[in-house]
């Protein structure tokens, strides 16, 4: 069965730094990839996705993600969190030839950036 | 404004009152969602729909209850709750099935069964 795993499940980073969250995913077919962000409150909003293609894509925010099909990994990254980045962020992984579009979710991951 | 509603936001019941959480999306999507979120696990998919009329099972159905009669709504019921149901629960809805469509997200329910 396919799944998602967020190996950091709680990150805190002072403004500046930069951040890498770990999402990897078990599914040996052609997958689309998701990155979602929950700010405290609020509802689910997408980060960014990949479908094919510049396996490099960038979404809003500033943030980015690498697609690195040969360690099934899809790692959300950005250069420089503000406080305002404190959120709880989700990998998310649907299989490509999925006519039903369900999104396998990993466990999420809080980030706390101190100011 | 395009957006998916939910209510009620907050809800606590008790062990086996039936209750009722809404769904409504404005932006015409057929596909609909239903998942909730717990700690350390994510969010799960208890049901979908494709359409008016259509629905299915996702990975965790049991004790859950959804219609599709309308486009635009998609209630989840809960025909007798139990403390294992106290979850934080969220609708989607999509232009269409299938995984190249943005799923957009409801605000959320949090839902307390004692």
């Known amino acids: 069965a396919q799944s998602v795993s967020q190996h950091n499940h709680h990150v805190i980073l002072s403004e500046a730094a930069s951040l890498e969250l770990g999402c990897n995913y078990s599914y040996g077919g052609t997958v689309n990839l998701f990155w979602y962000v929950q700010y405290p409150g609020q509802h689910l909003q997408l980060l960014l996705k990949?479908?094919?293609?510049?396996?490099l894509v960038k979404g809003i925010k500033g943030f980015e993600a690498e697609f690195i099909k040969s360690k099934f990994s899809f790692n959300l990254r950005k250069p420089s969190v503000q406080w305002s980045d404190t959120a709880e962020y989700f990998c998310a992984v649907v299989r490509s030839s999925s006519n039903t579009g369900k999104l396998i979710f990993g466990q999420g991951t809080t980030l706390q950036v101190k100011p | 404004e395009a957006q998916v509603t939910q209510n009620p936001r907050y809800l606590i019941t008790v062990t086996g009152k039936k209750l009722t959480v809404t769904c409504s999306q404005n932006m015409n999507h057929e596909y609909m969602s239903w998942y909730r979120q717990d700690p350390g696990l994510g969010l799960r998919q208890i049901y979908y729909s494709m359409n008016v009329e259509v629905t299915d099972k996702g990975d965790v159905p049991e004790g859950y209850k959804v219609s599709r009669k309308e486009k635009r709504n998609f209630p989840l019921i809960l025909e007798s709750p139990s403390p294992n149901q106290t979850s934080l629960y969220f609708c989607?809805?999509?232009?269409?099935?299938?995984?190249?469509?943005?799923?957009?997200f409801g605000p959320g329910t949090r839902l307390t069964v004692l």
């Open positions: 989607a809805s999509s232009t269409a099935g299938g995984s190249y469509n943005e799923q957009f």
């Open positions: 990949y479908f094919s293609g510049d396996p």
